[in-house]
Protein backbone atom coordinates (compact mmCIF):
# COMPACT_ATOMS: atom_id res chain seq x y z
CA UNK A 1 0.00 0.00 0.00
CA UNK A 2 0.81 3.36 -0.55
CA UNK A 3 0.08 6.59 1.51
CA UNK A 4 -0.41 10.03 1.06
CA UNK A 5 -0.39 12.94 2.75
CA UNK A 6 -1.25 16.20 1.52
CA UNK A 7 -0.31 19.82 3.23
CA UNK A 8 0.08 23.31 2.28
CA UNK A 9 -4.10 24.34 2.16
CA UNK A 10 -5.13 27.61 3.34
CA UNK A 11 -7.24 30.59 2.74
CA UNK A 12 -5.56 33.09 0.74
CA UNK A 13 -6.90 36.15 -1.13
CA UNK A 14 -7.61 36.21 -5.02
CA UNK A 15 -4.05 36.84 -6.98
CA UNK A 16 -2.52 35.16 -4.06
CA UNK A 17 -0.38 31.86 -3.86
CA UNK A 18 0.08 28.61 -2.18
CA UNK A 19 2.12 25.62 -2.50
CA UNK A 20 0.39 22.30 -2.11
CA UNK A 21 3.01 19.37 -0.96
CA UNK A 22 2.05 15.87 -1.31
CA UNK A 23 4.56 13.14 0.72
CA UNK A 24 3.97 9.98 0.06
CA UNK A 25 4.92 6.34 2.55
CA UNK A 26 5.27 2.61 1.87
CA UNK A 27 5.27 0.80 -1.35
CA UNK A 28 6.93 4.07 -3.06
CA UNK A 29 8.87 2.16 -5.61
CA UNK A 30 5.51 0.85 -7.10
CA UNK A 31 3.79 4.10 -8.03
CA UNK A 32 5.04 6.45 -11.20
CA UNK A 33 2.65 8.96 -12.35
CA UNK A 34 1.53 11.83 -9.69
CA UNK A 35 -1.36 13.80 -9.98
CA UNK A 36 -3.65 16.43 -8.41
CA UNK A 37 -7.03 16.85 -8.87
CA UNK A 38 -9.40 18.87 -7.00
CA UNK A 39 -13.07 18.94 -6.02
CA UNK A 40 -15.64 21.76 -5.10
CA UNK A 41 -18.78 21.61 -3.09
CA UNK A 42 -21.45 20.10 -5.09
CA UNK A 43 -19.52 19.55 -7.98
CA UNK A 44 -17.43 16.37 -9.56
CA UNK A 45 -13.76 15.50 -8.79
CA UNK A 46 -11.60 17.23 -11.89
CA UNK A 47 -8.34 16.60 -12.87
CA UNK A 48 -5.59 19.91 -12.28
CA UNK A 49 -2.08 18.59 -13.17
CA UNK A 50 -0.14 15.64 -13.47
CA UNK A 51 3.43 14.20 -13.78
CA UNK A 52 4.41 11.65 -15.86
CA UNK A 53 7.28 9.31 -14.63
CA UNK A 54 10.80 9.78 -15.81
CA UNK A 55 10.58 13.68 -15.93
CA UNK A 56 9.88 16.13 -18.23
CA UNK A 57 6.30 15.42 -19.12
CA UNK A 58 3.46 16.91 -17.57
CA UNK A 59 -0.20 17.63 -17.96
CA UNK A 60 -2.12 20.96 -16.91
CA UNK A 61 -6.14 21.55 -16.81
CA UNK A 62 -6.66 24.55 -19.30
CA UNK A 63 -8.35 26.17 -16.36
CA UNK A 64 -4.93 26.49 -14.41
CA UNK A 65 -2.27 26.32 -17.61
CA UNK A 66 0.02 28.94 -16.84
CA UNK A 67 -1.04 29.57 -13.23
CA UNK A 68 -0.37 26.19 -11.56
CA UNK A 69 3.04 24.34 -11.51
CA UNK A 70 3.53 20.81 -10.66
CA UNK A 71 6.85 18.95 -9.71
CA UNK A 72 8.31 16.66 -7.84
CA UNK A 73 11.87 15.31 -5.64
CA UNK A 74 11.90 12.17 -5.51
CA UNK A 75 14.55 11.86 -2.97
CA UNK A 76 11.94 12.84 -0.58
CA UNK A 77 9.20 11.26 -2.11
CA UNK A 78 7.34 14.38 -2.76
CA UNK A 79 5.50 16.01 -5.06
CA UNK A 80 4.19 19.40 -5.37
CA UNK A 81 1.69 21.68 -6.78
CA UNK A 82 2.78 25.61 -6.89
CA UNK A 83 -0.48 27.81 -7.19
CA UNK A 84 -0.30 31.34 -8.28
CA UNK A 85 -2.39 33.66 -9.42
CA UNK A 86 -5.35 32.07 -7.51
CA UNK A 87 -9.25 32.63 -8.12
CA UNK A 88 -12.26 32.82 -6.52
CA UNK A 89 -13.26 29.57 -8.28
CA UNK A 90 -10.13 27.70 -7.49
CA UNK A 91 -11.43 27.28 -4.17
CA UNK A 92 -11.58 23.26 -3.71
CA UNK A 93 -10.54 20.53 -1.78
CA UNK A 94 -7.46 19.08 -3.50
CA UNK A 95 -6.29 15.81 -3.58
CA UNK A 96 -2.96 13.88 -4.66
CA UNK A 97 -3.15 10.78 -6.17
CA UNK A 98 -0.24 8.00 -7.30
CA UNK A 99 -0.56 6.05 -10.60
CA UNK A 100 1.36 2.93 -11.12
CA UNK A 101 1.35 4.09 -14.77
CA UNK A 102 4.09 5.92 -16.21
CA UNK A 103 1.79 8.54 -17.98
CA UNK A 104 0.10 10.69 -15.73
CA UNK A 105 -3.58 10.85 -17.46
CA UNK A 106 -6.31 13.23 -16.24
CA UNK A 107 -8.87 10.30 -15.87
CA UNK A 108 -9.17 9.98 -11.93
CA UNK A 109 -9.60 6.29 -12.68
CA UNK A 110 -5.87 6.36 -13.97
CA UNK A 111 -4.91 6.75 -10.56
CA UNK A 112 -4.40 4.11 -7.52
CA UNK A 113 -4.07 5.60 -4.26
CA UNK A 114 -5.39 8.83 -2.92
CA UNK A 115 -4.59 11.63 -0.33
CA UNK A 116 -7.28 12.45 2.19
CA UNK A 117 -7.42 15.94 0.84
CA UNK A 118 -6.53 19.69 1.52
CA UNK A 119 -8.82 22.92 1.87
CA UNK A 120 -7.99 25.76 -0.56
CA UNK A 121 -10.11 29.22 -0.21
CA UNK A 122 -9.83 32.37 -2.14
CA UNK A 123 -11.48 35.12 -0.92
CA UNK A 124 -12.26 37.41 -3.50
Known amino acids: QVQLVESGGGLVQAGGSLRLSCTAS????????MGWFRQAPGKEREFVAA????????NYADSVKGRFTISRDNAKNTVYLQMNSLKPEDTAVYYC?????????????????WGQGTQVTVSS
Open 97 to 113: AASKNRVGYGEPGRYDY
Open 51 to 58: DSWGGGLT
Open 26 to 33: GRTFSTRA
